[in-house]
C-alpha cells in the first residue's frame, strides 16, 4: 500500500522558529514604546516557545483536558483537578519568564518597563499556548489589588512575584511560588456582579484583619487549582472584595467545593469550574462595600491581556498562514505569488501589525501612571483595543484558516494549531467584558477624563501623512466631547481604535504598511473581508515584513 503514490507539496510545518526574532512588528513597538528595554531576555524567550519541544507540550495539554477529582478513592473529599504533565511544564515556563506577578517586583519595576516587557513576552507565549496563560494572566491582576490588605500582601508577595512554580496544593508558606485566581460571577449576573447573592458574614479579626464566613456559588471560576482567589460576596455593607485561599494558614482545606468544570468551546488546556462555598473563610480586601471599584482595576490588567492575547494569537496564525502559502504550490506556482492570496496575506498582514501596536501601546500606559496624558490614555484605551482587538480576532483566524484549506480545519499535527487558535478567538472578546460592556466603559471614561483633548495629543504625531488619516483626527476629538447616546458607542469604539491604530503606526510601520492601513481602515478603499485592498498597495513589501523566518 505504502507505493500507491508519492507524499509532494505539503509544507514543512512551523517549528524550532524564533517567534521573536521574526516579529517585526513587535521589535518595532517595542522600540516606540521602551526604547530602552534590554531585549535579549525576549530574544531567549522567542526561541523557546517557538521550539518543537515546546509546541508538543501545548498539543498535549489541549489533547489530555484536565480533569475533576471530587472524591479521594476512600471517599474523602479532596476538590483537586489533575492535569496533563505537559500542563506544568507550560506553566512552569511561563513563571519563569515573569508573566504572573512578576512585574511588580522590585527588580522589574526598576527598569521602568516592566509592564511593556511582560506584555511582550506574554504575547511570545500565547503563539504557543494561550488557555493556560488564564490563571497567569490573573495572578497578574490580582497582585497590585492584594496590596488593599497590607498584611495578606506581605506574607504572600514574595510568592506571588517569584518566578517559582508549585502546582501542589498545600500552605502558601510551604511553596516557592503561587498562583491567584478570581471569583466574580454567579448564575443570575454574569457582568452584572451587583446581582451576586453569594453572602459574607463577619466572623472575627486577626492577623490578615476582619475574616468573614462566606456562603453561595460562582458560576465561572476559572483556574480553580490556584492557591487564592479574589471574589465578591454581599456583606452589610454592599458588595465586597475578598481574599479567599484554598488552605487555611492552619494547614487546613477551605470549604471551597468544586461541582463540575465547565466543557468549553476552546480553552481546552484551562480548567473553568462551577463551585459553591460552604462556609468558607475570607478576609476582606480594601474597603467593605466597595467591591466593584476594586475587581475594575483588577478587570483593565485583564483587559490589556486580552488584547495582547489576540494580537499573539493573530500574529501567530499569520505566521502559520504564511508559511503553508510560501511552500503549498496550486495552478503552476506558489499561493503566495497568486494574486488574490497576495492581498489576503497583506490585508491580515495589516490588521495584525496593527493589533499589535495598538496592545503594546496599552501596556506603556501602565508603566507610566504617575503621567497626567497616560492616566487617560489608560482609561480610554483599555475599552478600545479589547473590543476592537478581540471583536476582530474571530475574523482574521477565519480567513487565516482559509489560507491553509482543509489542512487547517484539521485538529492533527502542526497545522492543528490553527483549528485551535479559531476555537479560542471568541474567549478574549467574551472575558472580562464582552463588546457592549466595552463600548459602555468606553463612554464612562468619556465623562471622567478629557479625552478628547488626550487624543488629540496622541494622534498628532501622524498629521499631515495621509489626507484620510487627517479627516478622522479632525473629526474624531469633537465626536469624543459630544458623544452622549449609547447607540452610538460601538461606532465611536472602532473609529478610535483604528485612527489610535494608524497614527502607531506611523510611528513604527514602513510607509508602505501605514499607507495601506489608511487607504483601507480609514479612506474606504476596502471591502467587507479580508483580501480586498486597493491595487496599489505594496503587497510584496507587506508580506516580506510579516514573514516569521
Known amino acids: 500500500m505504502n507505493t500507491t503514490h508519492e507524499v509532494f507539496n505539503q509544507p514543512e510545518p512551523l517549528v524550532d522558529v524564533n517567534l521573536f526574532a521574526g516579529n517585526k512588528a513587535l521589535q518595532s513597538a517595542l522600540t516606540l514604546n521602551a526604547p530602552t528595554l534590554d531585549l535579549a531576555p525576549l530574544r531567549v524567550l522567542g526561541e523557546r516557545v517557538g521550539s518543537g519541544e515546546m509546541q508538543a507540550h501545548a498539543r498535549l495539554a489541549n489533547v489530555f483536558t484536565p480533569q475533576l477529582k471530587s472524591h479521594s ?21 511561563a513563571t519563569a519568564a515573569g508573566l504572573h506577578g512578576t512585574a511588580f517586583g522590585d527588580a522589574e519595576q526598576a527598569t521602568g518597563h516592566a509592564h511593556v516587557k511582560r506584555a511582550a513576552a506574554f504575547m511570545l507565549f500565547t ?8 490563571p497567569i494572566s490573573m495572578t497578574y491582576a490580582v497582585t497590585p489589588a492584594l496590596k488593599g490588605n ?24 510551604e511553596k516557592p511560588g503561587v498562583t491567584m485566581g478570581m471569583g466574580m460571577t454567579e448564575k443570575q449576573g454574569g457582568s452584572d456582579v451587583r446581582a451576586n447573592t453569594t453572602q459574607a458574614v463577619l466572623e472575627g479579626e486577626d492577623h490578615w484583619g476582619q475574616r468573614f464566613r462566606v456562603t453561595g456559588h460562582k458560576w465561572f471560576f476559572s483556574a480553580p487549582m490556584c492557591d487564592a482567589f479574589l471574589i465578591l460576596a454581599q456583606t452589610p455593607s454592599g458588595l465586597s472584595c475578598l481574599f479567599l485561599p484554598r488552605v487555611l494558614p492552619d494547614g487546613s482545606m477551605n470549604q471551597l467545593f468544586i461541582q463540575r468544570l465547565k466543557d468549553k468551546l476552546g480553552n481546552k488546556a484551562n480548567a473553568s469550574a462551577e463551585v459553591e462555598f460552604v462556609g468558607a473563610t475570607a478576609w ?7 467591591g466593584v471599584p476594586q475587581i475594575l482595576a483588577m478587570g483593565n490588567m485583564t483587559r490589556l491581556d486580552c488584547a495582547l492575547g489576540t494580537s499573539g494569537l493573530m500574529r501567530h496564525a499569520l505566521s502559520l498562514a504564511l508559511n503553508h502559502t510560501s511552500q503549498r504550490k496550486a495552478f503552476g506556482k506558489l499561493l ?61 483566524a477565519q480567513e487565516a484558516m482559509e489560507c491553509l484549506g482543509g489542512n487547517g480545519y484539521v485538529e492533527e499535527g502542526g497545522e492543528g494549531v490553527m483549528a485551535r487558535i479559531y476555537r479560542e478567538m471568541p474567549l478574549n472578546s467574551i472575558w472580562e467584558g464582552a463588546g457592549n460592556i466595552m463600548a459602555l466603559d468606553l463612554l464612562r471614561a468619556l465623562r471622567k477624563a478629557d479625552a478628547a483633548a488626550a487624543l488629540a495629543h496622541e494622534l498628532a504625531p501622524a498629521k499631515g501623512m495621509h489626507a484620510a488619516f487627517d479627516r478622522m483626527a479632525a473629526t474624531l476629538p469633537i465626536r469624543v466631547e459630544q458623544m452622549a447616546t449609547e447607540m452610538e458607542a460601538r461606532r465611536l469604539a472602532q473609529d478610535v481604535a483604528l485612527t489610535v491604530q494608524a497614527a502607531l503606526l ?26 480586498s485592498l486597493s491595487a496599489r498597495t505594496d503587497f510584496d513589501a507587506i508580506i516580506a515584513r510579516a514573514q516569521p523566518h
Open 73 to 93: 478513592r476512600f471517599g474523602h473529599r479532596i476538590d483537586q483537578v489533575e492535569f496533563h504533565p505537559s500542563y506544568h511544564a507550560l506553566m512552569g515556563a
Open 127 to 134: 503563539e504557543l499556548e494561550p488557555s493556560m496563560l488564564c
Open 150 to 173: 497590607a498584611a495578606i500582601y506581605k506574607d504572600w508577595a514574595p510568592q506571588v512575584t517569584s518566578r517559582a512554580y508549585d502546582p501542589v496544593l498545600k500552605l502558601w508558606s
Open 284 to 290: 476582606l480586601v480594601g474597603e467593605e462595600g466597595r
Open 336 to 396: 503566495i505569488d497568486q494574486p488574490l492570496m497576495k492581498n489576503v496575506l497583506a490585508d491580515l498582514a495589516l490588521e495584525s501589525e496593527a493589533a499589535t501596536a495598538l496592545a503594546m501601546r496599552l501596556a506603556r500606559s501602565f508603566d507610566q501612571t504617575g503621567d497626567a496624558h497616560e492616566q487617560v490614555m489608560n482609561r480610554l484605551l483599555t475599552p478600545v483595543s479589547k473590543f476592537w482587538i478581540c471583536k476582530r480576532g474571530s475574523h482574521f
Open 506 to 531: 506611523a510611528q513604527t510601520a514602513p510607509a508602505a504598511v501605514f499607507s495601506a492601513f489608511c487607504d483601507s481602515r480609514l479612506d474606504g478603499q476596502w471591502g467587507w473581508s479580508f483580501g
